[in-house]
């Protein structure tokens, strides 16, 4: 019985905290919280370890295209827990979220609620009093990229859902990329070097130029300008990459080098995937960006196929009809995504 019980209580507790997560990502959307409540999240975040995990569904529900959608999110949030530990129903309910969408929706100006998501925000770490410590939270809705201007005067381009935290001490700066892509342009500071870690992939630069993309089986770098050191975070695979290179670190580690022309690349940036030997999992990783469907491989190993030719991010159906004739794939529509495979 007492089991049972604790089972329930612990059900209550992820419940009430998925309501208070829902709740700081209303606030943060609406671009109510001062530096005192800036604080009290950091606290909240940091006193539980799986709050970080809720307060992402939170973000994800309230950068849906829709109310409804971010309803749908959330709902299937919360059943997801419910399989996982029975508890009794939310004595919040729904309804409190979606008033306080109506706001947001209109600060749209009745487009897709996301467009007013783009949520950048510091959150100061509670690991020392020294305010350089503080992280910068960034988040692209699926509708736009986004730029924004870091503390230390570097530049970072945050492709469409993607989402990036920076911080900084005396001794190093770091952006965590924990999905999509970003194209940065680092400012000079030969004292503090400039870490990007992206999953299981760690870059280091000083001062310079260029692109990360991380997908689920690996992470691809590819510098514009100056120089960089990229690997695995344990320091143990890695390479120098200076302007005009690139690497390539699939999962299992395999480290791959290739060269290209900066002045004819064409980069995300301008809405085109400039594929030479491209994994056809990183390309449909891009695609799924800008897609309102959801873009899968029937067969995880299909991903490992290379391909090569530049094709359109908006223009996904054409971009996989074009697959499809040129590496005799399959495409299959289901209900709310398109399916890859292959005979």
Do not use: C
């Not at 409540?37 to 950068?63: C, V």
């Not at 503090?192 to 280091?204: E, L, N, Q, S, T």
């Not at 980069?267 to 897609?291: F, N």
């Amino acid at each position: 019985m007492d089991n049972e019980n604790n089972k329930k209580n612990n059900g209550l507790i992820m419940d009430d905290d998925f309501d208070t997560a829902m709740d700081w990502a209303a606030r943060l959307a609406l671009g109510e919280l001062s530096v005192p409540d800036r604080q009290a999240l950091s606290a909240w975040l940091n006193s539980r370890p799986d709050r970080q995990a809720l307060m992402d569904e939170a973000a994800t529900a309230w950068s849906a295209p829709s109310v409804e959608l971010a309803a749908n999110i959330a709902a299937q949030t919360i059943e997801r827990q419910d399989r996982s530990s029975p508890r009794e129903p939310s004595s919040r309910g729904l309804s409190a979220w979606w008033n306080r969408a109506l706001p947001i929706a209109s600060i749209a100006g009745g487009a897709a609620v996301a467009a007013a998501l783009a949520l950048a925000f510091y959150v100061p770490s509670l690991s020392g009093t020294d305010p350089s410590t503080e992280q910068l939270v960034v988040e692209a809705p699926q509708s736009e990229d986004v730029q924004e201007q870091l503390a230390d005067g570097s530049l970072m381009h945050l492709a469409r859902s993607s989402r990036a935290t920076f911080s900084q001490n005396q001794t190093e700066r770091r952006v965590t990329l924990a999905a999509g892509e970003a194209v940065f342009d680092v400012a000079t500071d030969p004292q503090r070097p400039f870490i990007v870690a992206a999953g299981d992939a760690k870059i280091r630069v000083v001062g310079t130029s260029f692109n990360v993309s991380r997908w689920d089986q690996g992470v691809r770098v590819t510098v514009f300008e100056g120089k960089v050191e990229f690997g695995d975070e344990n320091g143990t695979n890695s390479v120098d990459l200076v302007g005009g290179q690139g690497a390539l670190l699939l999962a299992g580690d395999t480290l791959t080098t290739f060269a290209f022309n900066p002045d004819e690349y064409v980069d995300w940036r301008s809405g085109w995937v400039d594929a030479t030997d491209m994994t056809l999992s990183e390309i449909i990783a891009k695609l799924d960006r800008y897609s309102n469907t959801t873009i899968l491989l029937k067969n995880p190993d299909l991903g490992q196929s290379l391909v090569s030719g530049r094709f359109k991010l908006s223009q996904s159906s054409a971009t996989l009809e074009t697959l499809a004739l040129l590496y005799e794939l399959n495409i299959e529509h289901q209900s709310g995504r398109v399916v890859l495979s292959q005979d």
